[in-house]
């Protein structure tokens, strides 16, 4: 039976890697087609500044019209062109189009900022630096303070020193450095200490769960703190409830994400969402009263 059940597992596998590698294959081949015909498209979540009632600005989330498959989330795709070509094209056109629509912002007057997710491979790279400086063209800096990158807290511990690089490179160029993800690495106080990233987004498993877990709600408390140390701006992400909202705001956190807000929308339903928010929300606010 040992020997069957062995056996069993062995077919099992070899089934998922045999699947995976022909996902792959299919995704790399046709990232061309979706880069060319305009089937990569860029959902907007909206981040909350909790004390202002407003909306801060928004997180730009990749999504592929998928001929066939419909709406494929970043989780069908991105780990299969990491480390391909693609990876870098990819990056670079949710840098161009973020950089379109912050443009737009400007010329329409909304203050948003976007932030833009960006591939280890990509921000790791060799050409990073020249993709961004290309981006951003002669942008004023008026739209690059708008722009601000995420990178992965594991992202920056991959290759330490090309990161600390590429973040002072960002800043030079203007443009904000975002840890994403934080608390699921190892990052040491040191090395948080030399990054220059300006904001740092606590990850949402441990927002899930802060209110039953003891652990969690540790967890978030220490980077709450450590941020506020540091001086950098802090975003909690995966906020689900006005319970865990309350929890954040007693904690100290300013700025917050989630599906208690809204989920990512197309850029038009996006800014309808953020001028329903900021109506509604106009009596509890009082910046405005003179
Ligand atoms: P992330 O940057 O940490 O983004 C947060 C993810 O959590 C998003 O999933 C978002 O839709 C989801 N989310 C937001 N609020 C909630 C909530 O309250 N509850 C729950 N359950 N989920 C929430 P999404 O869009 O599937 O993206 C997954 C990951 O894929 C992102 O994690 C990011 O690492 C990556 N990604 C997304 N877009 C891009 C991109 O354009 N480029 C790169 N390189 N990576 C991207
Ligand atoms: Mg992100
Ligand atoms: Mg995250
Ligand atoms: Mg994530």
């Given at each position: ?10 077919v ?25 015909f ?26 592929w ?34 950089i379109t ?53 594991t ?24 840890l ?30 802060m ?25 909690a ?13 007693e ?16 850029l ?14 106009r ?8």
């Amino acid at each position: 039976a040992a020997k069957e059940a062995g056996k069993n597992n062995y077919v099992l596998f070899d089934l998922d890697s045999h699947y995976s590698r022909k996902e792959r294959i299919k995704v790399i081949e046709q990232m061309g087609t979706a880069l060319e015909f305009g089937q990569l498209e860029l959902y907007y979540q909206p981040k909350i500044h909790f004390g202002k009632q407003r909306v801060e600005g928004f997180e730009a989330l990749i999504r592929w019209n998928h001929p066939e498959d419909g709406l494929l989330g970043p989780g069908h795709f991105l780990d299969h062109i990491e480390y391909t070509e693609y990876a870098r094209k990819v990056g670079n056109f949710v840098l161009g189009d973020a950089i379109t629509r912050l443009q737009e912002f400007q010329s329409n007057g909304l203050p948003y900022t976007i932030s833009v997710n960006l591939s280890p491979s990509h921000f790791l790279g060799p050409g990073f630096r020249d993709d961004l400086e290309a981006a951003l063209c002669d942008c004023p800096i008026a739209i690059r303070s708008r722009l601000i990158l995420e990178v992965l807290e594991t992202t920056a511990l991959d290759d330490t020193d090309r990161v600390l690089e590429n973040v002072s490179a960002c800043r030079e160029l203007g443009v904000d450095v975002s840890l994403d993800d934080f608390g699921t690495g190892y990052s040491s106080l040191d090395l948080f200490r030399r990054l220059a990233a300006q904001e740092i987004k606590i990850d949402q498993s441990f927002v899930f769960d802060m209110l039953e877990n003891p652990d969690s709600d540790m967890i978030v408390s220490a980077i709450i703190s450590l941020s506020k140390s540091f001086r950098r701006r802090l975003v909690a992400e995966g906020i689900e409830s006005a319970q865990v909202e309350a929890k954040l705001i007693e904690l100290g956190c300013e700025l917050g994400q989630g599906f208690f807000y809204s989920k990512p929308l197309p850029l038009k339903q996006a800014l309808d969402w953020a001028q329903r928010f900021e109506w509604q929300n106009r009596d509890t606010r009082n910046d405005w009263v003179i």
